[in-house]
């Protein structure tokens, strides 16, 4: 046992780790004898207390970016909320009690770190790092790093700007129903149009689409109106940019962009958790989690076969976490 100020540190702890690439739900085990991990003089060690799962994590798992990766054994998970336990020599933002979030691997596919959030503790840079905001639960914060970051880093990139109209496609999953968020809220859209399958419809409009366009019974690229700005949740690049105005963006984060459409990987920051923490705690943004969003620790296969059907509603969330 290791120990900083009043907090004890198990020096061996709880993680799910894949020792070789396949299927999550078949190469995923629960392992009680993983060394806690050591930090950096950069890192924190955080108290994982919710961990969020994106597709990435699953994709990573079935070798999508094998070539960049590490090599296994990996504990998967990109997004945490917790609990500071101890800091190293140059942390200069955190102390140890913090509640902190955020998206814990800078580069997504760039040899993302070994050891993930789906485990008792995370080893962190704090300039990945963000205070909780006070009114989000740790589920709630967990939810949202590496969705909103790159919605947010799409709409600068589309470069987003009040009075612009947008087409968000995949308006329903984490990424989409924070960027029909963001874009309304933050950067002033004047117009935000949204798809989803038909179930969905209500909840785009509640997340403040103005319209709100059921891919199951028409084409967003067939519609007369166009947009400024195209965002591709989904990998519908092609037709992406039929439903862009002459001159305007399209930001694709799924599937291979076809030009003019540009492809982006997210690039993790704090800084931008912190710049959108007053619209949270404003509940101008909120979380959006899935209804049979939340898994107990020892349920994270289940919650990898749920995000896997790809029909989520905003966001998995892993808790509690022992
Ligand atoms: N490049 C990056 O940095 C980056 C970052 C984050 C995510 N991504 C990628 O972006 C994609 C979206 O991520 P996510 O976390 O938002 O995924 P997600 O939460 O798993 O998305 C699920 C949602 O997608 C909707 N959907 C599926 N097919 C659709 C279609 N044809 N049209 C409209 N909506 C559709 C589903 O709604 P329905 O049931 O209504 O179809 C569901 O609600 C994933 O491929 C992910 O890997 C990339």
Redesign the pocket.
Known sequence: MASDSNVTIPSKIKAWVYAERGNPVDVLKLDSDVRVPEIKEDQVLVKVVAAAL???DF?RALGSFKDTDSPPPIVPGYDVAGVVVKIGDQVKKFKVGDEVYGDIIEK?GDHPKQHGTVAEYTAVEERLLALKPKNLSFVEAASLP??IE?AYEGLERAGFSPGKSILV????????SLLIQLAKEVFGASRVAA???TG?LDLLKSLGADLAID?TKENFEDLSEKFDVVYD????SERAVRAVKEGGSVVA??GAATPPAVR???TSTGSVLEKLNPFLESQKIKPLIDPKGTFPFSQALEAFSY?QT????GKIVIHPIP
């Open positions: 994106n597709p990435i994709k997504a590496l969705a790159t496609l995949g308006g329903a999953g984490g990424v989409g798809t989803s399958s969905k891919y949740a989904v990998g519908q984060i799924a982006f990987t997210l995000l790809g029909r989520v509603i």
